[in-house]
């Protein structure tokens, strides 16, 4: 029998995946894996190993989650060490439990390697701490592309009331939305809002407002997914921070007036 690894890649850093995670995919047969994992990493896998992606196919629709735990059930069962391998973490909207019942249904073993999620990780990176001891002392991940109003939205009220930091994954294209609930439900506009674009990649973007701003910032500026907003007071440490910060590209090219990379 072969084992199945569900693997947490990180954030979008190559080098920001577990020691772990990266034994895995060297010592994987086949690897499944996902749009948002760095491409990098598949240069680690054996020179005879099966690589499969599992993101957009070629007619624009993405593999039918059925299909990939077909696929990771079969593998598993031709006595393969089959990767699983996802952008962050496997159990942060990566569907990671859906495959984990997959395997456990038919009785097959497997492993979960966490990863560093982007909701923390490109926060980080921007010089926002998810917690602060005064800006900052609960934090909550939550999903962004939830339907207006429908039965299955999150609950904006519990959220704007109750929690100093809100981390929103893939919520780009309903940002409107989602300011406009937390303000209705009692978050002050004047909140400030990051959002960081491919976020730990030499590609990331940063841009700041507010509640009440935001969402036509974003619109302006044309920010795309992947990218994490954060909501709340700790975004104002960036400020202070910002001049001391050289780890992001963004701040290294402001402070160094347009030079080159590193
Ligand atoms: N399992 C992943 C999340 C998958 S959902 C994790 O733990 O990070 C996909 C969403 O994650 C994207 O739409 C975006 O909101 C966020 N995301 C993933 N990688 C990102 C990155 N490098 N920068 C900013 N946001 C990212």
């Keep these: 029998m072969g084992k199945a690894y569900i693997v947490g890649s990180g954030p979008g850093d190559p080098e920001l995946i577990t020691v772990k995670a990266l034994k895995c995919i060297q010592q994987a047969d086949v690897i499944l894996y996902d749009r948002l994992v760095n491409r990098e990493l ?67 073993s497997y492993e979960v390697i966490p990863g560093i999620t982007a909701g923390i990780a490109a926060p980080a990176n921007a010089g926002i701490p998810i917690t602060h001891r005064e800006m900052g002392s609960s934090f909550a991940i939550v999903t962004g592309n939830r339907k207006n109003g429908g039965p299955r939205d999150v609950d904006w009220k519990s959220l704007a009331l109750a929690v100093d930091t809100i981390a929103i994954y893939m919520g780009i294209s309903n940002l409107g939305y989602i300011c406009q609930e937390l303000m209705c439900q009692g978050k002050n506009e004047h909140t400030p809002v990051a959002v960081i674009e491919q976020g730990t990649t030499m590609n990331q973007r940063v841009v700041t407002g507010s509640l009440r701003s935001i969402a036509t910032i974003v619109e302006k500026e044309r920010v795309k997914n992947p990218a994490i907003v954060v909501v709340g007071e700790v975004v104002r440490f960036r400020e202070k921070i910002l001049p001391f910060q050289q780890v992001n590209v963004e701040n290294f090219e402001r402070l160094h007036e347009g030079g080159s990379r590193w």
Excluded: S, W
């Design 42 to 108: 598949l240069a680690e896998a054996k020179r005879e190993c099966q690589i499969i992606y599992c993101g957009k196919q070629p007619a624009h629709h993405t593999m039918k989650q059925e299909t990939i735990n077909h696929l990771l059930v079969k593998f598993t069962k031709q006595g393969k060490t089959v990767v699983r391998l996802k952008g962050g973490d496997p159990f942060v909207f990566g569907r990671g439990a859906e495959e984990v019942e997959a395997l456990a249904k038919v009785g097959l």
